[in-house]
């Protein structure tokens, strides 16, 4: 069975700009959460969905947002980008939200110039 | 604030040697507990998790971790390291009342000497 694919795997981006990134998650499962991943702080949570209502959210600015379609994929956007916004960007995918097992992606590195 | 601890930033042991890495979680009700690891460039693997009745649990690739309430913690242990265990390992939580948003702590980066 397919893992959670995510594309692209790499972006680079001038500051200023947007980008969407995708992720396509396993077959089967409803639920797409997003994460940061920075040398600075770490693995941080950006936001789940499910049934393409977004059911959480972390503590980011409104540039960053999602959605979630009715085949389950997700993509998440960043608008107005900064340099600290340069990072690994992971998806990670479970049956439901209340199924905590979480299989990840590749994830997108993005790069902010 | 829900937090998880991981004190060890980096750690070294020979191949073959045994391994512990250290968690700590925060918060008064026990969370789900998972550790995964992640090898350079890739997401993250989960190698095993805990929500409750044995305290002791088995992974993938022959690691195990033991839940200890009274400590907080949630230690990973393998018995002996292969070289290809060289990766960073992160340990998670999902607190009470967050759905399934994972907590991480800040990993700990092993190297295997031959």
């Known amino acids: 069975k397919a893992g959670v694919t995510q594309t692209p795997r790499y972006l680079i981006k001038t500051r200023g700009q947007q980008v969407t990134l995708s992720c396509s998650p396993i077959s089967g499962h409803r639920s797409v959460s997003w994460y940061q991943q920075t040398p600075g702080q770490g693995l941080q949570f950006l936001f789940e969905y499910f049934s393409e209502t977004q059911r959480n959210k972390g503590n980011f600015p409104g540039r960053f947002s999602g959605r979630q379609f009715s085949n389950s994929r997700s993509e998440m956007n960043v608008s107005t980008l900064e340099l600290g916004d340069s990072a690994l960007y992971l998806c990670?995918?479970?049956?439901?939200?209340?199924?905590?097992?979480?299989?990840f992606g590749q994830g997108t590195r993005l790069t902010v110039v | 604030a829900q937090s998880v601890t991981q004190p060890d930033i980096h750690i070294t042991v020979s191949e073959g040697a045994s391994l512990e890495l250290r968690c700590n979680y925060s918060y008064g009700a026990t969370p789900y507990l998972f550790w995964y690891v992640q090898s350079p460039g890739q997401g993250l693997q989960l190698l095993l998790k805990y929500f409750s009745g044995d305290t002791l649990v088995q992974g993938i690739k022959g690691f195990e971790a033991e839940f200890k309430r009274s400590q907080s913690s949630f230690n990973l242990r393998k018995p002996s390291v292969h070289w290809s265990d060289a990766a960073e390992y992160f340990c998670?939580?999902?607190?009470?009342?967050?759905?399934?948003?994972?907590?991480f702590g800040t990993g700990t980066r092993l190297q295997v000497t031959l």
């Open positions: 990670a995918s479970s049956l439901s939200t209340s199924n905590t097992e979480a299989f």
């Open positions: 998670a939580a999902i607190y009470t009342g967050t759905a399934s948003k994972l907590t």
